[in-house]
């Protein structure tokens, strides 16, 4: 679930961001769509990302916003392969946002003949190109793993617990059992 909720705020955040330091400007989406044509056209444009990245004009742009995009879906990974999942996640929801403006730009999109091959070049598409993400998202993921390894207590060397009865335990029980005495709270 953290892999999903990384690569929807990662792409929605990337697709905003982009159009803004692109300058896209409202390709004129139907009524209820064009409260949200920043996440629609931006995930666009995030999926044709590999026209932009050889645009000089617009390379930095781009590769800015897939470096914010991977260290949002790092700080939601664990170290791994759990990332790339998190990655493909990502792609699926970029297919999905970059589909919907297709659609809603070209209807005729969905009842030409080559449908199900556009479709699926597509999401291949969108896959690979969120793996653009995983140069930025894997430092992250190994600093928030040391941070959390240096955070975590050390394992005790002994663990032996003396009630004031006498009794000697090799655990850390809640009460005596020689007494009855609490030894320690929940």
């Known amino acids: ?21 692109v300058g896209l400007s409202d390709p004129i989406y139907s009524w209820p769509y064009s409260m949200i044509w920043f996440l629609l056209s931006g995930s666009d444009a995030l999926r044709l990302s590999s026209d932009g990245l050889f645009n000089p004009t617009s390379s930095l742009r ?6 914010l995009i991977g260290v949002i879906i790092g700080l939601f990974s664990k170290k791994g392969w759990n990332t790339i999942r998190s990655m493909l996640w990502a792609g699926l929801i970029l297919g999905i946002l970059s589909l919907a403006s297709v659609l809603l730009l070209n209807p005729g999109y969905w009842i030409a003949p080559t449908r199900n091959l556009d479709l699926m070049y597509h999401f291949i598409g969108t896959m690979l190109i969120s793996l653009f993400a995983i140069p930025s998202a894997i430092p992250i993921t190994i600093i928030i793993e040391k941070v959390r390894r240096q955070s975590e207590e050390p394992i005790p060397e002994k663990i032996e617990t003396t009630c004031e009865c006498g009794a000697v335990f090799k655990s850390n029980p809640l009460i005596c059992s020689e007494c009855g005495k609490q030894l320690r709270d929940v």
Not at 1 to 21: A, C, E, K, P, Q
Request: glycine share 14%; net charge positive.
């Open 1 to 21: 679930m953290r892999n999903l909720l990384g690569g929807i705020i990662g792409i929605l955040i990337g697709s905003l961001l982009l159009t803004i330091l």
């Open 62 to 67: 781009y590769i800015l916003t897939w470096i």
